[in-house]
């Protein structure tokens, strides 16, 4: 499994033009954190590729990037539940069609429902929770792998979530999918580590998120601060800075 290493002067940001020049797409992009990474990856001048369910959303998104004044950014609506290996390869052909290379690519999509001991979940939630959670993101980086190696320094960031906290009791098909995502993390760092693609991975901590509260639906998610925090962290991994930690989980949990 990949190292966790916590920030020693704070969470890392990434200057104004780190991403110039480089094309990123953000997964889940009008969801709490994916939608702080694409505004935090476009005012760092990246063109960001926006992946989301609904076009309504994503368009207004797409405004408040063109308004910041940064690269046009493009909209790609996609319901990853349903995503097929095809729709994959689809999504990656029409990036390279497109915009012609992609530089960056952060997994911010999750899908969570409700805490539910395990013989309750039905089989319907436990196929969405991998699908959403562990499929989409190993197949959606199988289909962009080959037009990521074309880039001289790329790099992938997965969002983990706290796999000892997440594999106890009533934590589901969530669970599951987060500790398979770990595992998948560290086999395609081991397999890339030579290559001009980075793997990195990023363990936020609490933050003020839908998935929060449906997890903790009687905390105050108001004491835990906004996406923004981990979004800047996670475009600075996208940045050349962020080769320093390559292979590396970038701990941003508070300390106890």
């Not at 999509?109 to 929770?129: C, I």
């Amino acid at each position: 499994m990949l190292d966790h290493v916590r920030p020693a002067d704070g969470t890392p940001s990434p200057a104004a033009d780190s991403l110039r020049d480089r094309v990123v797409l953000v997964t889940g992009a009008t969801g709490g954190l994916g939608r702080a990474v694409a505004l935090a990856a476009a005012a760092a001048a990246a063109t960001v590729v926006l992946l989301g369910r609904k076009v309504r959303p994503l368009e207004k998104l797409y405004d408040e990037i063109e308004a910041l004044g940064a690269p046009t950014p493009a909209i790609y609506p996609m319901d990853l539940a349903g995503a097929t290996p095809r729709d994959f390869a689809e999504l990656a052909a029409a990036v390279e069609r497109g915009v012609g290379r992609l530089d960056g690519l952060v997994h911010a999509a999750a899908h969570f429902d409700t805490l539910q001991p395990f013989e309750q979940q039905t089989a319907e939630e436990w196929t969405r929770s991998q699908q959403v959670n562990l499929h989409a993101p190993a197949l959606l980086t199988q289909a962009c792998l080959p037009l990521m190696r074309r880039s001289d320094d790329a790099a992938i960031v997965f969002v983990f979530d706290d796999v000892e906290r997440v594999g106890k009791a009533f934590w589901g098909g969530y669970g599951v999918a987060k500790h398979g995502l770990a595992g998948l993390a560290s086999i395609l760092h081991q397999e890339t580590d030579s290559s001009t693609v980075r793997t990195h991975a990023l363990l936020p901590g609490p933050m003020r998120t839908a998935l929060r509260r449906a997890a903790y639906y009687g905390e105050n998610t108001l004491v835990h601060p906004e996406p923004a925090f981990a979004a800047a962290a996670a475009v600075w991994l996208l940045g050349r800075e962020g080769a320093a930690l390559r292979g590396k989980v970038l701990d941003l949990r508070p300390t106890v």
